[in-house]
């Protein structure tokens, strides 16, 4: 019953910014923990970034300091914003919504390379 939607992947260079948006379809978007995982061919989907429905954040170390993820509760968007991409970044971006039950996108793709 929740579509989620991702958009903002692509190509981008080592160094560089891109920003990822997920797009709830409900309206009680604001109660749900929101998240960004990512995985790559042969690897298990790994967390990226939390944040929950009061804003606290969570991170896995391989991106603190580098990713920053927000909502919008308004228009029931979660954002994923990274900057200085390494080549270790390149996945396929997934969103996730939980609060009872989860709730998966159908990913993005991200690459990182020269």
């Known amino acids: 019953q929740v579509r989620l939607v991702e958009s903002g992947g692509g190509l981008v260079q080592p160094g560089g910014s891109l920003r990822l948006s997920c797009a709830a379809s409900?309206?009680?978007?604001?109660?749900?923990?929101m998240g960004w995982y990512r995985q790559t061919p042969g690897k298990q989907r790994e967390l990226v970034a939390t944040?929950?429905?009061?804003?606290?954040?969570n991170y896995a170390d391989s991106v603190k300091g580098r990713f920053t993820i927000s909502r919008d509760n308004v228009v029931n968007t979660v954002y994923l914003q990274m900057s200085s991409l390494k080549p270790e970044d390149t996945a396929v971006y997934f969103c996730?919504?939980?609060?009872?039950?989860?709730?998966w996108g159908q990913g993005t793709q991200v690459t990182v390379s020269s």
């Open positions: 944040i929950t429905s009061g804003g606290t954040t």
């Open positions: 996730n919504a939980r609060y009872i039950v989860e709730y």
């Open positions: 409900r309206n009680a978007f604001s109660i749900y923990t």
